[in-house]
């Protein structure tokens, strides 16, 4: 009697091993994903349809994974605040060839390699002072599989104070004659413009563009962000 007891439970013992663990049961396919985000500025004239730059830009991986990140746990930080503009992204050799720095992402304090203007971008905040005009856009179309935002910014007439009557400038080395610009992250400190210590999100060198008083200069900057199905691009 205790022997078939005991052959019995062994039976039973048997048979519960051989079902599978409820977490074999509740496994999800084993499916892998990403995230590329990749950025691309226009720099024109509003007035006369003037294009000056029409290209890509660099993304600082670390910083904006670390705004993706904040944004999503709904942290209200290091989401998108400024556009930075600089002149420090180019030099002139003795022939008059003009050679292009790469592009400052490498490490979580980058920054332009000389920042002389900001202008905030984030049309919710009280310091915009045209948020009709310095804005961002989410553009989405359902059923695709990323999303754009669009930063516009337009330097107007008047700025940046002290700029130069005319774009004639015989020197590429002018504070307002731009060759760099990024995106900046809003700082957790409450600073803003160029002491900001919100962290560098994008960074873009190009050929240099002159800003004076005769001319409007205004940039659309988008930054796609798109999700990637078994690490294969689906547009």
Do not use: W
Not at 40 to 54: C, L, Q, R, T
Not at 77 to 85: P, T
Not at 122 to 143: Q, V
Not at 213 to 225: C, E, M
Request: net charge negative; proline share 4%; glycine share 6%.
């Amino acid at each position: 009697m205790i022997n078939s007891q005991i052959n019995t439970e062994d039976t039973e013992n048997t048979n519960m091993q051989t079902l599978p663990e409820q977490s074999d049961l509740e496994r999800k396919p084993d499916e892998q994903s990403g995230l590329h985000v990749q950025g691309h500025i226009k720099i024109f004239d509003p007035e006369s349809g003037e294009v000056f730059i029409d290209k890509r830009n660099a993304i600082h991986y670390e910083n904006i994974s670390e705004a993706i990140a904040y944004s999503l746990a709904n942290k209200g930080q290091s989401y998108i605040y400024e556009m930075h503009f600089g002149n420090g992204g180019t030099s002139v050799d003795p022939t008059g060839v003009i050679n292009y720095l790469p592009s400052n992402t490498n490490t979580s304090n980058s920054n332009l390699y000389n920042p002389t203007f900001a202008k905030i971008v984030d049309n919710t905040s009280a310091l915009n002072a045209d948020s009709t005009r310095n804005k961002m856009e989410i553009r989405h179309t359902p059923g695709r599989v990323y999303t754009d935002i669009v930063v516009s910014c337009l330097l107007d007439y008047g700025e940046p104070t002290g700029q130069s009557a005319f774009d004639n400038s015989t020197t590429l080395d002018d504070t307002y004659t731009f060759d760099e610009l990024g995106l900046k992250a809003r700082s957790t400190d409450g600073t803003s413009g160029l002491a900001t210590t919100g962290k560098l999100l994008t960074h873009v060198v190009f050929h240099p563009v002159q800003k004076s008083l005769n001319r409007l200069i205004q940039v659309d900057y988008t930054v796609r962000i798109q999700t990637l199905t078994n690490l294969t691009s689906q547009l």
